[in-house]
């Protein structure tokens, strides 16, 4: 299984579609990981949208400075999640439109593990994670959270400290 994953064009077209309202527009998606996140080009340089943190940052100014740090233990484990990967394929397989999603997914209190991972087409899963953000970030606090009794483990993406208001 190859660890960077390439989709058609129509299957990037239909999953960031979810994404306009963090600024992928300009953006040509190359790649992903087996997350489904998004390594994209564009005249700045290449940029990664983080579909477990709902964050898209322009990272490298180079294909090269990409490459060097994808291949760096630390770019493995930070932008391939190597780690869970390999975890994760001992229980699962991947078809070639798929990718791992997390579920439920971390921004909501699942966890991030090899045992919270499924396979979904590439696609839907990054249309409904896109979403999910998006929603996520119109709403205080997120609505899978609203009804919890204990402590909130979600990430508010829009807070310093990281964590939703009690």
């Known amino acids: 299984m190859e660890v960077l994953r390439t989709f058609a064009p129509d299957a990037f077209a239909?999953?960031?579609a979810s994404w306009s309202w963090l600024g992928v527009h300009g953006k040509?998606?190359?790649?992903?990981?087996?997350?489904?996140?998004?390594?994209?080009?564009?005249?700045?340089?290449?940029?990664?949208l983080d579909t477990v943190e709902g964050t898209l940052?322009?990272?490298w100014g180079t294909a090269v400075d990409l490459y060097t740090e994808l291949d760096s233990a630390e770019g493995r484990a930070n932008f391939l999640l190597e780690d869970i990967l390999q975890e994760a394929l001992q229980r699962v397989a991947l078809r070639d439109d798929e990718v791992l999603t997390f579920t439920p997914h971390p921004a909501v209190g699942g966890g991030l593990n090899a045992h919270s991972v499924e396979p979904v087409r590439f696609e839907l899963a990054l249309r409904l994670i896109g979403q999910m953000h998006e929603q996520l970030r119109a709403?205080?606090?997120?609505?899978?959270?609203?009804?919890?009794?204990?402590?909130?483990t979600a990430v508010h993406p829009g807070r310093p400290d990281g964590h939703w208001p009690h």
């Open 57 to 59: 940052e322009l990272r």
């Open 14 to 16: 239909y999953g960031l």
């Open 28 to 48: 040509t998606p190359r790649f992903t990981n087996a997350f489904g996140d998004v390594f994209l080009e564009s005249l700045e340089g290449w940029w990664f």
């Open 139 to 152: 709403s205080s606090p997120p609505p899978l959270l609203a009804h919890t009794t204990g402590p909130q």
